[in-house]
């Protein structure tokens, strides 16, 4: 409320939608730099006028002069005030003057040939100000204006025979309040002492409360986390209460558990007991916001820590509890389970004929722990339960065994079939793809996974399952080797009779592509030199012997993989190298004939270059010609020296490229040339043919402009656009505008502002 009080003894602060007065610069459209603001602050003041300036982003709905009037009113300017005002988003400008100054801007309008009035302001503006503001150069144009009005109004001050004065006898003082006194003195910037003391206290008093209420905020939040600590003491008692059936009765784990829970939690009151006392005690004083911002964020981090700790107890409280609660139950429930998992035991023992000590030792552990966990169910719960996990995972694994048993006990009955089963489909495949003298031997698998069924009945009947479920994993997975084995050389077999096809169609295809690049080499020795074409011969007789090479070692795999031999994976080694070979010896032999490839494109270049000549200059000169630049003949290449040494060569055999290429650089570097000067003087031409044109625009823009000035004439007493009364008073001050935006002005406009 005080600040709002304070800001009362503003004066004009939203009057009539003018901004408040800032100085004699009010830059409320951010024209201005901080630098160029001062820049502007310090000319402003003169011995005869001070200059006000004020920016807007927009006019709204009124004329620029209607604001103008309006600013001249809500600011109190005096006689020796004048008003230049700049709307940037309307691209308007507002010259507002007194009528003394306005006559000395006649007299200076006149000199310069220019009209009187509004005329005269307009013609000022677009001397001083338009041209730096179609720059974006606001400071430059507002520097402009301002000096050149100390500067006529200086003149004119002289021309008086009264330096310094404010008025003159010919235009009388201005009316105001009292008697004719000027009610603002030059360089007024809107704002009394008394209104600074306000903003002032104002800002302190605004400072006071932000600091108040905050350090309120603080200590509340402070309070908060006080109140959170005593939610925790209440919570560790109750943590407490939970523990109290077990505290004296309980014996071993469970004693030890509960009694270092009920220690920690009893440490932890008392400190939480001291933290509360403390920090209700001790809160740092309401303005010292540093201090609150580091006692809060300290018992944040404080509650947070007591907190998952007393979590911790009570996830741990749960565990006693529920062990307590369950313990009982789950003993009935194994006691229960007893006979009918021996009845199992003992029907299986009958079925099999087997002894199975091992799964009866099982039985009596399983029954001893259950005896042990009832022992231990009233004192030691905790105890009690890590005994009966341990049963159950026990009597789990009794169970699986038992099932197991009958399992393997038919897989051992069934085993003589599965066996005759899978050496008659290994001989089936063997006879189907000749296969007897293969390598591999699938039989000894056979005979391996035999012997481990054998061995398997010793563990089965002691019913020691880990061992047996080893040894049945082992059986079959000797018998799926065996059948794989085979069926893998089948296929073998199958691939390298392909890939022998293959390797013999490769070497044929290889052949003819050699035959027919050592041709090309021929024909290339004819035509150009030997250095060109040594390192493609090289590469070319290296590749081929290595083909032949290879070609020697086909029988020998031929021979492997023969039903006589049965060597088919060494064979199938053979096979890959010789086909990555091949695949090497393809890409070298295209290598070879890009190679000579481009021994032909290098001398068609050369020809492309030495024939497109004669063309090139002729197209130059056409252009030339057509822009009326070019000389009376021709320009003829024949008598160019490169292009006599690109015939002789290109007439004779063999061909030197690298002569050649160098000979064809040259000769089309002078070509090039005579383009790009060709060019350069179209280019000439044609921006003198624009400079031509842009001045002859300027010319008429000009005559079109000293026209419309001369057609405005001289204004009489009465125009409204050449001036305005203010404050009640007789038409004193005067108003001009002027645009420089593209377009016309505005419809309504009376500033007789020029069009830009």
């Not at 932000?210 to 109750?238: C, E, I, P, T, W």
């Not at 014996?251 to 403390?278: C, D, F, H, P, W």
């Not at 090479?549 to 053979?574: F, K, N, V």
Request: hydrophobic share 40%.
């Amino acid at each position: 409320m005080l600040l709002m009080f304070s800001l009362l003894w503003i004066p004009g602060v939203y009057a009539a939608g003018v901004p408040a007065q800032q100085g004699v610069i009010t830059d409320e459209a951010g024209l201005l730099t901080s630098a160029e603001a001062d820049a502007v602050v310090a000319i402003a003041a003169g011995d005869q006028v001070t200059v006000h300036v004020l920016t807007v982003e927009s006019l709204g709905n009124l004329a620029a002069k209607d604001y103008a009037e309006r600013v001249i009113k809500d600011w109190e300017l005096a006689t020796n005030d004048i008003l230049l005002l700049i709307s940037s988003g309307d691209q308007e400008i507002e010259l507002n003057v007194s009528n003394k100054f306005q006559a000395s801007l006649n007299t200076w309008s006149s000199a310069q040939g220019g009209s009187t009035g509004s005329a005269a302001t307009t013609k000022f503006l677009d001397t001083y100000f338009i041209p730096y503001a179609q720059d974006g150069d606001f400071a430059g144009g507002i520097t402009s204006v301002i000096q050149s009005i100390h500067s006529i109004a200086g003149s004119a001050a002289a021309g008086a025979g009264l330096p310094g004065s404010a008025g003159s006898g010919s235009t009388g003082a201005v009316a105001g309040s009292g008697g004719g006194s000027s009610p603002a003195a030059s360089g007024n910037s809107g704002f009394s002492p008394l209104t600074y003391a306000a903003i002032l206290g104002g800002i302190l008093l605004l400072g006071a409360a932000f600091l108040l209420l905050s350090g309120l905020k603080l200590r509340k939040q402070l309070s908060g986390l006080q109140d959170q600590l005593a939610s925790l003491m209440v919570r560790a008692n109750q943590a407490l209460e939970l523990l109290k059936p077990f505290q004296g009765i309980v014996q071993g784990k469970t004693e030890e558990m509960v009694e270092g829970i009920s220690g920690r939690l009893s440490s932890q009151l008392v400190q939480l007991a001291a933290l509360q006392n403390e920090g209700r005690s001790s809160q740092p004083a309401v303005f010292r916001l540093r201090a609150l911002k580091a006692a809060l964020g300290q018992l944040t981090e404080t509650e947070a820590t007591f907190s998952s700790a007393i979590g911790e107890e009570e996830k741990k409280i749960a565990v006693v509890t529920e062990a307590d609660r369950n313990v009982k139950q789950r003993i009935a429930e194994l006691k229960q389970d007893g006979p009918e998992l021996d009845g199992q035991f003992q029907n299986m023992m009958k079925e099999t004929g087997f002894p199975l000590q091992e799964i009866a030792e099982d039985l009596k552990e399983l029954t001893e722990d259950t005896s042990r966990a009832d022992q231990l169910e009233l004192f030691d719960p905790i105890a009690a339960q890590e005994i009966l996990q341990e049963a159950q995972k026990q009597q789990d694994q009794i169970e699986q065994d038992l099932a197991d048993v009958d399992l393997y006990d038919d897989k051992l009955d069934r085993f003589s079939a599965v066996l005759g089963e899978a050496r008659s489909k290994i001989s089936g495949i063997i006879a189907q793809n000749s296969l007897q003298n293969m390598k591999a031997k699938p039989y000894d698998r056979l005979e391996q996974a035999n012997t481990a069924a054998a061995a398997m009945k010793a563990p089965l009947a002691a019913g020691d399952m880990d061992e047996v479920r080893r040894i049945g994993a082992q059986m079959d997975l000797l018998l799926d080797e065996a059948l794989a084995m085979t069926e893998g050389q089948a296929l073998l077999r199958k691939n390298n009779r392909r890939d022998v096809e293959a390797v013999r169609s490769g070497w044929s295809r290889l052949k003819e592509q050699r035959d027919g690049l050592q041709g090309r080499i021929a024909e290339a020795r004819q035509r150009f030199a030997e250095s060109h074409v040594a390192s493609t011969d090289e590469l070319l007789k290296e590749w081929s012997t290595r083909l032949r090479e290879g070609a020697a070692q086909l029988p020998q795999i031929e021979t492997w993989t023969s039903d006589e031999r049965g060597e088919y994976d060494q064979a199938r080694s053979g096979l890959d190298e010789l086909m990555r070979l091949q695949e090497e010896a393809g890409r070298q032999f295209g290598q070879v004939a890009d190679g000579l490839s481009l021994l032909d494109e290098r001398l068609n270049t050369v020809n492309r270059i030495f024939n497109g000549g004669e063309g090139r200059t002729e197209a130059a000169w056409q252009l030339l010609h057509s822009r009326r630049l070019a000389a009376s003949s021709h320009f003829d290449v024949s008598l160019l020296p490169e292009y006599s040494e690109l015939e002789l060569r290109l007439s004779q055999r063999p061909y030197n490229l690298d002569e050649l290429e160098s000979l064809g650089r040259a000769y089309d570097s002078r070509i090039t040339a005579y383009e790009e000067e060709a060019r350069r003087l179209v280019r000439q031409q044609e921006e003198a043919e624009r400079q031509a044109e842009l001045a002859r625009l300027a010319e008429q823009r000009r005559r079109t402009q000293a026209r419309k000035r001369m057609s405005s004439g001289p204004s009489s007493s009465n125009r409204s656009s050449g001036g305005s009364s203010w404050g009640g008073s007789s038409s004193r001050r005067s108003s001009g505008g002027s645009s420089w935006g593209g377009g016309g002005g505005k419809s309504g406009r009376s500033s007789g502002g020029s069009k830009w």
